[in-house]
């Protein structure tokens, strides 16, 4: 995969990984700590900054943009991955449109129909709190709706960084893990805490922050949700902004991990990303790694 294994050995090979919006790779890294290598990786983005890291990091092959991809030309896939862009559906967004009115939120919908051509043993799909109360809840049941239709049985969950993934963190997303429907249904959630097979809790080197909305940020404590833009902190006496390695920290990435873009862009890549521990935990139940 990235050709430098420092994650400990491959539990199991699997045929292809599709990894859809797939910024920096968050998904694709907590595979790799799971110990599951794929024969063939493909990732499908449109920022070239992200895709930057992508293709330095792990040996695979770039897609373009999503609404570009031929699902005749790509190989057996047996896992897809996405987090589908969520600006149209975060209650952030206070002229939120929704996941069929929303250009970015519909999306979606071309995740799918490569689901629906591939059909991958399983997928993988994250998005924000939002989507509950998005269209009044009516966007939810158009989710549950639509990966039914495709031949999917489905199990979520609303994960939090900080509970679930270890890490200083307070980021609710909802996961969705679906099967094809005639294959079997490994019970994946509940999730459970921060297990003993990947880093603890109590080892992120983080310092002892109060942010300037005055919260604390504690191994075991509430802490801020860390966003595309640079937050400010109290550190100590002196204000100052976290560095682009503590915000690789919140996120469960190498330090060094974009340090090929901009501070400004290494920034923006972890407040999109997925939490690379949250992933590694989903992969290690669904394949029975641990």
């Not at 995969?1 to 050995?9: A, E, I, P, S």
């Not at 920022?47 to 057996?76: H, M, Y």
């Not at 909305?213 to 100052?240: A, F």
Request: aromatic content about 12%; some cysteine.
């Amino acid at each position: 995969m990235t050709g430098k294994k420092t994650y400990g050995g491959i539990v199991m090979k699997i045929k292809g990984h599709l990894d859809l919006f797939s910024g920096i790779g968050g998904f694709s890294l907590g595979l790799e700590r799971a110990g599951v290598e794929p024969e063939w990786i493909g990732y499908s983005d449109i920022d070239k900054n992200c895709n930057q890291v992508f293709k330095r990091r792990f040996n695979a092959e770039a897609l373009g943009s999503i609404k570009d991809i031929r699902t005749e030309d790509l190989p057996e896939i047996d896992l897809v991955t996405f987090g589908f862009p969520c600006q149209d559906l975060s209650v952030a967004n206070i002229n939120r449109k929704g996941l069929k009115d929303g250009e970015r939120s519909s999306f979606f919908f071309e995740a799918t129909r490569i689901i629906r051509a591939k059909k991958p043993k399983y997928f993988i799909c994250e998005n924000v709190r939002g989507l509950f109360s998005s269209n009044k809840g009516q966007d939810f049941i158009i989710v549950l709706q639509e990966f039914a239709d495709i031949g999917y049985d489905v199990q979520w969950e609303l994960l939090n960084t900080k509970c679930e993934g270890g890490l200083p963190q307070n980021r609710e997303r909802v996961y969705f893990v679906g099967n094809l429907r005639e294959e079997s249904r490994p019970q994946v959630f509940p999730l459970g805490r921060y297990g003993e097979k990947t880093k603890k809790q109590s080892e992120v080197k983080i310092a002892d922050w109060r942010s300037d909305e005055g919260l604390r940020i504690r191994k075991n404590n509430m802490s801020p949700t860390l966003t595309t833009s640079t937050p400010i902190y109290i550190v100590g006496d002196k204000i100052r902004r976290i560095t682009p390695v503590e915000a690789a920290r919140f996120q469960g990435f190498p330090d060094n991990w974009n340090d090929c873009c901009s501070d400004n862009q290494r920034y923006k890549q972890y407040g999109n990303a997925i939490t690379v521990n949250l992933a590694e935990s989903i992969f290690r139940k669904l394949y029975k790694c641990d």
